[in-house]
């Protein structure tokens, strides 16, 4: 499994929203819903919702957060187990249960993923979430989630890193200055 190479913030849930939702020629079915803690199922209901807590706090420019996660080609799980992997992978990533968030499901040529939408503003009290280093802490976490639900082990950065480069870079000489 695999997520975006970095981590989207943005200021609008609405641009994010459509495009995870809006049916495309090149998906194989029409992307739905499949989990989260959001009442709404709808473009209009889910931007009413994130909407909200943008107003706890007008704060914050970049309220928005978005990854997905795909599966290695021909790899398919249920809608269920979708939403369960994903609960986890939000969990160690630092989101709590009162951080909105929704799951939407492609399905394309390129095999099944799910976009990961979720408000950095807690809904309770207006806390935001930080995510420090979420890059490297994500493709961990996914990692340790293909391990833990017997997905399909990918080769992470680090990895592909170690490929491309036989030999690490020499160190440079100290300068005065």
Not at 44 to 54: A, H, N, S
Not at 68 to 84: I, V
Request: proline share 5%.
């Amino acid at each position: 499994m695999k997520g975006m190479q970095k981590i989207k913030r943005g200021k609008q849930f609405t641009g994010v929203v459509v495009y995870a939702l809006e049916p495309a020629s090149h998906h194989k079915t029409d992307p739905r819903v499949i989990g989260g803690n959001m009442a709404g199922n709808n473009i209009v209901d889910l931007i009413r919702e994130f909407g909200q807590t943008k107003i706890l706090r007008p704060d914050i420019k970049k309220p928005v957060w978005h990854n997905s996660l795909r599966l290695p080609h021909g790899e398919k799980l249920s809608e269920a187990q979708w939403a369960t992997v994903a609960d986890d992978y939000m969990s160690r990533m630092g989101f709590t249960d009162t951080h909105l968030r929704c799951y939407v499901l492609h399905n394309d040529k390129a095999g099944q993923h799910i976009h990961i939408i979720a408000s950095r503003i807690d809904i309770t009290d207006g806390k935001l979430y930080l995510g420090k280093n979420e890059n490297l802490i994500s493709t961990r976490i996914i990692q340790q989630l293909e391990l833990d639900y017997s997905l399909t082990r990918t080769k992470g950065p680090e990895a592909e890193a170690s490929l491309t480069s036989p030999s690490p870079k020499p160190k440079r000489k100290k300068t005065r200055n």
